[in-house]
T-cell receptor
Framework: NAGVTQTPKFRVLKTGQSMTLLCAQD?????MYWYRQDPGMGLRLIHY???????AKGEVPDGYNVSRLKKQNFLLGLESAAPSQTSVYFC?????????????FGPGTRLTVL | KNQVEQSPQSLIILEGKNCTLQ??????????LRWYKQDTGRGPVSLTI?????NTKSNGRYTATLDADTKQSSLHITASQLSDSASYIC???????????FGKGTSLLVTP
């Protein structure tokens, strides 16, 4: 049981390049989330998914797209990377939406956009 | 605006000492409050979760308290260890919606 895994762990992009971050969970969780964490700020929700085939915008969705083709995977795409997207990206999952549930986080992907 | 404020921003204590971290929130309507521990270079890990009706919860040397009337929570760490060095994040959920409200965290350093 690996929990939540993210690939890659580190990536450096040039402005305008595209990339996809992969999140995988093996806990059969329905809900999955993408966050970004910047120095001096709390985690901010980018997009989330409440089940296979569904996605929704979070607090800071601009410049990102997501897909949830399989229940266990949640992909975060950057079509044209910008320096403002330099950040640490965390994926999380939770079993249900119920408020008492706990989100399990992956180890993070550190992205630098030059 | 739903906000979560944590204090202090950073803290240095000697190994074996106790410490208390604070969290004030304005999130409404309130559902639950979680404390997460985030080691450097890792994702956050849940320590405790409290709902409106709970005012204290323990997890080993970690004890969280909640005063829903004053909208304040604290995390008390007893007999600190070097491995307690981390960022501690307070997270508050609203009773509706999917978004969690994250504090900026308190960075704790435990020194020998």
């Amino acid at each position: 049981n690996a929990g939540v895994t993210q690939t890659p762990k580190f990536r450096v992009l040039k402005t305008g390049q595209s990339m996809t971050l992969l999140c995988a969970q093996d806990m059969n969780h329905e809900y999955m989330y993408w966050y970004r964490q910047d120095p001096g700020m709390g985690l901010r929700l980018i997009h989330y998914s409440v089940g296979e085939g569904t996605t929704a915008k979070g607090e800071v969705p601009d410049g990102y797209n997501v897909s949830r083709l399989k229940k266990q995977n949640f992909l975060l795409g950057l079509e044209s990377a910008a320096p403002s997207q330099t950040s640490v990206y965390f994926c999380a999952s939770s079993l249900t939406r119920t408020q008492a549930d706990t989100q399990y986080f992956g180890p993070g992907t550190r992205l630098t956009v030059l | 605006k739903n906000q979560v404020e944590q204090s202090p921003q950073s803290l240095i204590i000697l190994e074996g000492k106790n410490c208390t971290l604070q969290c004030n929130y304005t999130v409404s309507p309130f559902s639950n409050l979680r404390w997460y521990k985030q080691d450097t270079g890792r994702g956050p890990v849940s320590l405790t979760i409290m709902t409106f009706s709970e005012n204290t919860k323990s997890n080993g040397r970690y004890t969280a308290t909640l005063d829903a009337d004053t909208k304040q929570s604290s995390l008390h760490i007893t007999a600190s260890q070097l491995s307690d060095s981390a960022s501690y994040i307070c997270v508050v959920s609203r009773a509706s919606g999917y978004a969690l409200n994250f504090g900026k965290g308190t960075s704790l350093l435990v020194t020998p």
